[in-house]
């Protein structure tokens, strides 16, 4: 069954310093996101990606926080200077549909922790 | 104003016993979906639904049933005759119709389900 896989599944990292995200989104699908969850609290939305362009951003996601499709399969998120507050799980999602209501596909989560 | 809420912080039930999770949402749209993701203690999300806001049909499947009430704006879940693997953070979802080009997704604060056998 096609899935969504990221790496690292935990990165441990000193404050200030730059964090990659990786994410194999499913071979097929159009739509790609970025959500996290602080420890025990809900998830939140940062990012949506279609045709090689941001296409909704939410507040959380400022001028740290940037977005690549680097190739035809992976979808990165950055982190320029982690913060302490940036430690969370971090789950991306795909999806095939076009328009909103699609079904997503998270992948199982890159756990940050900022020191 | 929260647009998704679950009011339910922690339910904690004995096997075989039904027990309802509670998802109340906010939204000006008329065209909106709304779902149920669940998230085991191994930290995946794991979709179980997705209704639109036109199908105010209940559905059921297998040992799980959701009903869709849009007079009271509420997207409830029922696990009939829980098991233990059924313990996980239950999350009720809303996406609105504003963002054409994907879908962003608002999650409740979730539901901690703990079933004890």
């Known amino acids: 069954e096609p899935e969504v896989t990221q790496t690292p599944s935990h990165q441990v990292t000193q404050m200030g310093q730059e964090v990659i995200l990786r994410c194999v989104p499913i071979?097929?699908?159009?739509?790609f996101y970025w959500y996290r969850q602080i420890l025990g609290q809900k998830v939140e939305f940062l990012v949506s990606?279609?045709?090689?362009?941001?296409?909704?951003k939410s507040e959380i996601f400022d001028d740290q926080f940037s977005v690549e499709r680097p190739d035809g399969s992976n979808f990165t998120l950055k982190i320029r200077s982690t913060k302490l507050e940036d430690s969370a799980m971090y789950f991306c999602?795909?999806?095939?549909?076009?328009?909103?209501?699609?079904?997503?596909?998270f992948g199982e989560g890159s756990r940050l922790t900022v020191l | 104003a929260q647009k998704v809420t679950q009011a339910q912080t922690e339910i904690s039930v004995v096997e075989k016993e039904d027990v309802t999770l509670d998802c109340v949402y906010e939204?000006?749209?008329?065209?909106?979906?709304l779902f149920w993701y669940k998230q085991p203690p191994s930290g995946e999300l794991v979709f179980l639904i997705r209704?639109?806001?036109?199908?105010?049909q209940n559905e059921i499947s297998g040992r799980y049933s959701w009903n869709f009430q849009k007079s009271t704006s509420s997207f409830n879940f029922t696990i009939t005759a829980s098991q233990v693997v059924d313990s996980a953070v239950y999350f009720c979802?809303?996406?609105?119709?504003?963002?054409?080009?994907?879908?962003?997704?608002?999650f409740g604060k979730g539901t901690t389900l703990s079933v004890s056998s």
């Open positions: 990606f279609y045709n090689n362009e941001i296409s909704e």
């Open positions: 939204t000006r749209d008329t065209t909106y979906y």
């Open positions: 071979s097929n699908h159009l739509y």
């Open positions: 209704r639109n806001s036109f199908d105010e």
């Open positions: 979802a809303l996406s609105e119709v504003a963002n054409q080009a994907g879908t962003a997704l608002i």
């Open positions: 999602a795909s999806s095939d549909r076009t328009g909103f209501g699609g079904e997503l596909f």
